[in-house]
């Protein structure tokens, strides 16, 4: 009897073990996916990268989490590369995500056509735009993620709507029906929202 309580207790402890190192894991894995901005350290310019999170999350389930490089928007020229860049990842992981950096930059921000704030922003279905100072709209998955930082200081932010709407206009031009409204503001230069984990 006493040996079968022992061997359900170590049952019951390995399967906690399990289920805690595949949680650490799986907490891995969230936390090094998506996009990130990075300061190449042999250009010193944005190069936008993807950790492997599926090697981060098998390794942190076996204990020290090791990062490795999945792409890099230097690649292939430059795959050989040492990837020190990953040293700014550890610094700050959420920080240089895109999606954090883009958050960021539309805080304090308001629709340059119905002047909407942008502090509430839908990042699934309805992300904010962009407007170029040739009074075009676009998206964000339209331009490669390391000139973010650049577009940030020249192009000005529109809501959704606004986007559709104007979209629709410039490709439709006979099925609209001009009516007396407000006009989009130009944009300025404006300091970006960039990480200092992909500055640094």
Not at 53 to 76: E, F, I, M, N, Y
Not at 184 to 189: E, H, L
């Amino acid at each position: 009897m006493l040996i079968s309580v022992g061997v359900y207790i170590g049952a019951a402890a390995a399967t906690f073990a399990i289920l805690f190192l595949a949680w650490r894991g799986v907490l891995a894995y969230f936390r090094f996916r998506g996009v990130r901005l990075v300061s190449c350290p042999e250009t010193a310019e944005s190069a936008a990268v993807e950790v492997n999170a599926r090697h981060a999350a098998l390794t942190r389930g076996l204990g020290h989490v090791d990062l490795q490089l999945k792409s890099c928007s230097r690649w292939p020229e430059r795959q050989g590369c040492g990837q020190e860049c990953l040293r700014q990842i550890e610094a700050a992981p959420e920080d240089c995500l895109v999606r954090t950096i883009l958050t960021r930059s539309y805080q304090g921000k308001s629709c340059v056509y119905c002047r909407k704030p942008l502090e509430e922003m839908d990042w699934l279905e309805h992300r904010p735009a962009l407007m170029r100072p040739d009074a075009v709209t676009f998206e964000w998955k339209d331009i490669p993620p390391e000139t973010i930082p650049e577009v940030l200081l020249t192009y000005a932010p529109v809501c959704w709507n606004c986007h559709v709407a104007t979209s629709f206009r410039r490709r439709y031009p006979d099925l609209v029906i001009d009516r007396k409204g407000r006009e989009p503001t130009k944009p300025v230069r404006h300091k970006t929202a960039f990480s200092a984990g992909a500055q640094n």
